[in-house]
């Protein structure tokens, strides 16, 4: 089974959380699927590193990570994901998507109404307890 590293941002700008969506994908359980922007990272890169590149490459915005929120271990029929989140300041950039097909501001009540990713939904579920 394929193991599979990436980082994830929780972007909070002005009180709201950047959630974006997938398009078709190689596989069909994630197409389409909301998710927390990220991406592998990639050999002698910190997960630091990795989440501003891969923001950047993403979104063509600058980040500042804040802290690790939370690392997710999930098995998906083709790979296991390791997926480390960490919560992220807005920090500059005129926000594009160049690898997704949509993208919403949501306020953290509104965060269960999308139909997200599977390994993203622990994301979710911790952002909503910690809002309550």
Same mark, same amino acid.
């Given at each position: 089974?394929?193991?599979?590293?990436?980082?994830?941002?929780?972007?909070?700008?002005?009180?709201?959380?950047? @959630?974006?969506?997938?398009? =078709?994908?190689?596989? %069909?359980?994630?197409?389409?699927?909301?998710?927390?922007?990220?991406? =592998?990272?990639?050999?002698?890169?910190? #997960? *630091? +590193? @990795?989440?501003? !590149?891969?923001? +950047? %490459?993403? #979104?063509?915005? $600058?980040?500042?990570?804040?802290?690790?929120? &939370?690392?997710?271990?999930? +098995?998906?029929?083709?790979?296991?994901?390791?997926?480390?989140?960490?919560?992220?300041?807005?920090?500059?950039?005129?926000?594009?998507?160049? *690898?997704? &097909?949509? #993208?919403?501001?949501?306020?953290?009540?509104?965060?269960? $109404?999308?139909?997200? @990713? @599977?390994?993203?939904?622990?994301?979710?579920?911790? #952002? &909503? %307890?910690?809002? !309550?």
């Amino acid at each position: 089974m394929k193991k599979i590293e990436v980082v994830a941002a929780v972007i909070v700008k002005n009180s709201k959380i950047l @959630a974006v969506q997938k398009g =078709k994908a190689k596989f %069909e359980y994630v197409s389409y699927k909301w998710e927390f922007p990220g991406g =592998k990272v990639e050999l002698d890169e910190t #997960l *630091e +590193q @990795a989440i501003k !590149r891969e923001i +950047q %490459e993403e #979104l063509n915005i $600058q980040i500042i990570p804040t802290e690790l929120l &939370i690392t997710v271990e999930h +098995q998906y029929p083709d790979f296991h994901l390791t997926m480390h989140c960490f919560s992220c300041c807005y920090e500059s950039g005129e926000l594009l998507l160049n *690898e997704h &097909i949509a #993208l919403k501001w949501l306020n953290n009540d509104e965060l269960d $109404q999308l139909d997200w @990713a @599977a390994a993203d939904l622990p994301v979710v579920n911790k #952002l &909503i %307890e910690n809002d !309550r």
